[in-house]
């Protein structure tokens, strides 16, 4: 039971490149989330899905949009890629019961914008 | 603007002593739940607490809340050089649609 994936694990852009993060899960969670975290500004939410074909704004969503096409996978791209962008990105699912969204989180994925 | 927010932000004992660690934020909530992070790697959460609960306990952990303060406690008592880790408490208020909101924080050292 893998839990939470996310590929890949570190990843080094230019500035104006693009990228897609993927996030898998195998728990036939329901809703996932995509943050990221910066020192010190602990988690923001960027975007998140609660279900299948369904998307929505988090905290933090310009520069980076997102797709749910599959149960299973929550993708984040960033179109065109900001030293701003550089941060630590984790993915996370929960199955919500009774308002109580526990979460569980991938490993991370590292990302720098040069 | 965060929701929660941990205090202090850094925090260093010996091993065998109890570390405590503070949230406040600012809205009526619906749960409060505390996660871990070891260096390197994801969150993992460890212990929630409802807005009709006041103390909580699992293992070593020990969790308040004063809704009337808008405050949240977390105790680990006897740590272990294993409980070195950043602590992290995140509100989940049901009018935001139940979605996390995490604060910056606890480093927490445990020297051997």
């Known amino acids: 039971n893998a839990g939470v994936t996310q590929t890949p694990k570190f990843r080094v852009l230019k500035t104006g490149q693009s990228m897609t993060l993927l996030c898998a899960q195998d728990m036939n969670h329901e809703y996932m989330y995509w943050y990221r975290q910066d020192p010190g500004m602990g988690l923001r939410l960027i975007h998140y899905s609660v279900g299948e074909g369904t998307t929505a704004k988090g905290e933090v969503p310009d520069g980076y949009n997102v797709s749910r096409l599959k149960k299973q996978n929550f993708l984040l791209g960033l179109e065109s890629a900001a030293p701003s962008q550089t941060s630590v990105y984790f993915c996370?699912?929960?199955?919500?019961?009774?308002?109580?969204?526990?979460?569980?989180f991938g490993a991370g994925s590292r990302l720098t914008v040069l | 603007s965060q929701q929660g927010e941990e205090d202090p932000q850094a925090l260093s004992i010996q091993e065998g002593e109890n570390a405590t660690m503070n949230c406040s934020y600012k809205?009526?909530?619906?749960?409060l739940q505390w996660y871990r992070q070891n260096s390197g790697r994801g969150l993992v959460h460890l212990i929630l607490i409802r807005s009709n609960e006041r103390e909580k306990h699992s293992g070593r952990l020990r969790v308040t809340l004063d809704t009337s303060k808008k405050s949240s406690s977390l105790l680990i008592t006897a740590s272990r050089a294993a409980d070195t880790a950043s602590y992290f408490c995140?509100?989940?208020?049901?009018?935001?649609?139940?979605?996390?909101?995490f604060g910056g924080g606890t480093r927490v050292l445990v020297k051997p």
């Open positions: 995140a509100t989940v208020v049901k009018a935001a649609g139940n979605k996390l909101t």
């Open positions: 996370a699912s929960t199955l919500p019961r009774s308002g109580a969204n526990v979460l569980t």
């Open positions: 809205t009526s909530i619906n749960n």
